[in-house]
């Protein structure tokens, strides 16, 4: 951990440049300066050079303050950088990095050789398991910033994100340690706010684009104001005789962020059950809107306090009002500084490592006379060291140095070949941890039968069709059934930008007149309730809008339904081939389905290029035991199948004496069919509903390439 006896905390928010100066006196921190210099203009102001704004505050800040020469330490947004975290299976403490370089590759949505990436570890004493916190920067976004800050000679010896500077400052202010109750730290910046998670030593934080700007944008808009002065308003929304009008337009908002705050609170119980959160601390400005607070803690049921002081640094004479003025916002160069200085529990640095080599050269220029000198000194030796150096190549010491050197070589062979070793043992950890990942998403596909089951509950079927009573079931007219059967259910799996995502398809069949009405309001209706939504015990979220199409067939005079073709869908299946001469058909198990209002076998697909059922199949996707043996798609075109339907055995198309038997299982053990719920002119309908889920996050990914495993 870097510890240098004094440092300056440096961070450029949108709304200002904050800074803090920290002395360490043993294990102590003494604050000796600080500076708040607001920017002329807020840097989320449309069409606003950020980068000349940010030149001229630090221009302010370096002409006011004594930096040069000083550690600096800077930090970058959480809405610019990474930060992800996963749960290590138990390993041995020097396996640690190299897991961990695998977890950063597969979680970091960028080359891993385009980005600065640290990352810190949390143990605790119940788990073996290890909590691994991985956060990372684009080297092109981060050497933009450093080149900033080194225009107006300021040298950053650690880089780190806001939120673990936030999260090092309160530890360190509160004591909070391994013992410490749960706390959340909500910093509700100008751009975007960070939700930090300080639980027995351990740090969780989530990023989301609510901020400020949000509050200034919503009045901007309900009052037609151009930016600048909707911010104004929002400043004075304490004491403005529109008070109430700036609240109700900010309403909005209110309702946004406490969204988020909700699920990220949700999400984090849900990756360490049992937790229990009681008490938000507040920072940011945005605090300071009159009723948020209250606003927060109804509606969370927990207690949100505005953190107004601090208590282990403070500031004597007459700055010390305006320090304490700013306090809620100075949370971030606090832990800057103490990182600096050796004083915070989370040491992430993402400086560039040249950059660093570069400053520490630097550092070493006034030893370089000295080194001139000894080397001067030793040029004087060199008439006599060639002498001196043939006259000990052949001495007995020379021998013993190439014996030496010989032993030396070896042993590095050796331990060449040892570490070959560890990098094989690595790898088959990583090969078994695959393996038990695969368990990872076993409860996902139950949990999406249980909800595609209760969509089709939404229908609210008669109790006749609940039933195993035919006559019951057709005495109800076929148009005014309330019954939805299920014909197949698949899914499509992908993986953009590391989320990992199932797109559903649902194939359904039912004669209720209501046609796109009735499908909408009962299966889609209750998907479309269900987006967005955190539901405890569920391992997924519905992420998309879902769409249906509907399509009619008539039955016919004979009492077949031949059911239209559905649009192509990523998940339909491919048109069954004509089987092998001398074969029959494959049957398809994956549409079998009840019959239509309560019918009891289940239906098979044919071979056919439309679907045909006939009456006592399963509705749109069954066929009887009559065609099973006389259908042209038994049969074949060339003689194939020469017997009836109760012929139990079938004979390939040649009729050579070596021709082997085939058994029909359908002639020798026939099934009954189901009675027929449709009679001529009755209309029927096909839907197909699609909509797409995203699995929560896992605590890691498979190792050399693997794919993921699926379902």
């Known amino acids: 951990m870097a510890s240098f006896k004094a440092a300056w905390g440096i961070e450029v928010g949108a709304y200002a440049i904050k800074a803090i100066r920290l002395e360490r006196v043993g294990d102590e921190a003494k604050l000796t300066d600080f500076a708040v210099i607001p920017h002329k203009k807020v840097l989320t102001t449309p069409d606003l050079d950020q980068d000349e704004m940010i030149r001229l505050g630090l221009g302010q800040f370096v002409s006011q303050k004594k930096v040069e020469g000083e550690h600096c330490v800077i930090s970058v947004p959480g809405n610019t950088a990474f930060a992800r975290f996963a749960k290590l299976p138990p390993v041995e403490p020097r396996k640690v990095p190299d897991i961990v370089k695998f977890e950063a590759v597969q979680q970091i949505p960028f080359p ?220 971030t160069a606090y832990g800057l500084a103490l990182q600096s200085i050796g004083l915070a529990p989370i040491d992430v640095n993402l400086a560039p490592v040249k950059a660093l080599r570069d400053q520490m050269w630097a550092a070493k220029t006034k030893w370089f006379a000295g080194a001139a000198a000894v080397a001067v000194a030793a040029a004087g030796l060199m008439f006599v060291s060639p002498i001196m150096s043939d ?14 050197i010989a032993s030396v070589l070896a042993q590095g062979k050796k331990f060449q070949s040892e570490y070959r070793q ?87 069949t039912f004669t209720n007149a209501g046609r796109q009405d009735f499908l909408n309001d009962t299966v889609v209706a209750y998907f479309r309730e269900l ?47 004509r089987p092998p001469e001398g074969e029959a058909p494959p049957e398809d198990g994956g549409g079998g389905g009840r019959g239509l209002g309560g019918g009891n076998k289940p239906g098979k697909r044919t071979t056919g290029e439309n679907v045909i059922a006939r009456p006592g199949a399963g509705l749109g996707f069954g066929n009887s035991d009559e065609e099973a043996g006389s259908s042209n798609a038994t049969r074949g075109e060339d003689g194939v199948g020469g017997g009836g339907a109760n012929d139990g055995i079938r004979r390939g198309g040649s009729t050579g004496a070596n021709e082997p038997l ?50």
């Open 112 to 331: 891993i050789e385009e980005v600065e990436w640290d990352y810190e570890t949390f143990e605790a004493s119940d788990s073996p398991e290890i909590e691994v916190g991985i956060f990372a920067i684009t080297k092109e976004r981060l050497n933009q910033r450093l080149a900033l800050y080194a225009e107006l000679g300021i040298n950053a010896d650690i880089v780190t994100i806001s939120p673990l500077a936030v999260f090092n400052a309160l530890s360190f202010d509160l004591d909070l340690g391994p013992q410490s109750k749960p706390i959340v730290f909500l910093d509700i910046g100008t751009s975007s706010t960070d939700l930090i998670v300080a639980d027995e030593g351990r740090c969780w934080i989530r990023t989301f684009p609510v901020g400020g700007t949000s509050f200034t944008d919503a009045i901007a808009e309900s009052f037609k104001l151009n930016y600048g002065k909707a911010d104004a308003l929002k400043q004075e929304s304490a004491t403005s005789k529109y008070a109430k009008q700036i609240m109700q337009a900010m309403r909005p908002v209110f309702t946004d962020l406490l969204t988020d705050v909700q699920k990220s609170l949700n999400y984090y119980q849900q990756l360490h059950r049992g937790v229990h959160v009681e008490q938000i601390i507040g920072l940011g400005s945005t605090f300071k809107i009159p009723g948020l607070r209250k606003f927060l803690g109804q509606q969370l049921n927990l207690e949100v306090v505005r953190h107004d002081e601090f208590r282990k640094i403070r500031i004597e004479g007459r700055e010390a009002a305006d320090f304490a003025a700013n306090t809620v916002n100075m949370a």
């Open 531 to 577: 987006r967005g939504k955190d539901r405890p015990d569920v391992p997924y979220k519905v992420i998309s809008e879902p769409v249906f199409e509907v399509r009619s067939a008539i039955v016919g005079d004979d009492g077949t339904i031949k059911m239209p073709e559905m649009p192509s869908t990523p998940t339909q299946r491919d048109e069954p081939q």
């Open 422 to 508: 560890l990098e094989t043992d690595a790898n088959l950890g990583f090969r078994a941890e695959n393996l038990r990942r695969l368990t990872d998403d076993r409860r996902v596909w139950p949990a999406l039968v249980d909800d595609v089951a209760s969509s089709l509950a939404a229908a609210r079927p008669q109790l006749e069709l609940l039933g195993e009573s035919a006559e019951l079931i057709q005495n109800i007219p076929s148009g005014e059934r309330r019954n939805i059967t299920l014909e197949n259910l698949a899914g499509a799996y992908s993986f953009p930008n590391g989320a990992r995502r199932i797109k559903v398809t649902m194939d359904v």
């Open 391 to 404: 006259a000990a190549l052949e001495s007995a010491e020379a021998k013993q140095t190439d014996q030496l």
């Open 662 to 711: 085939k058994f029909d299982v359908d002639g020798l053990a026939p099934v009954p069919s189901s009675p027929s719920l449709v009679k001529k002119g009755d209309t029927v309908f096909r839907g197909v509903v699609t909509f797409e889920i995203e699995l929560a996050p896992v605590s890691g990914a498979p190792a050399d390439g693997q794919e993921q495993p699926q379902q």
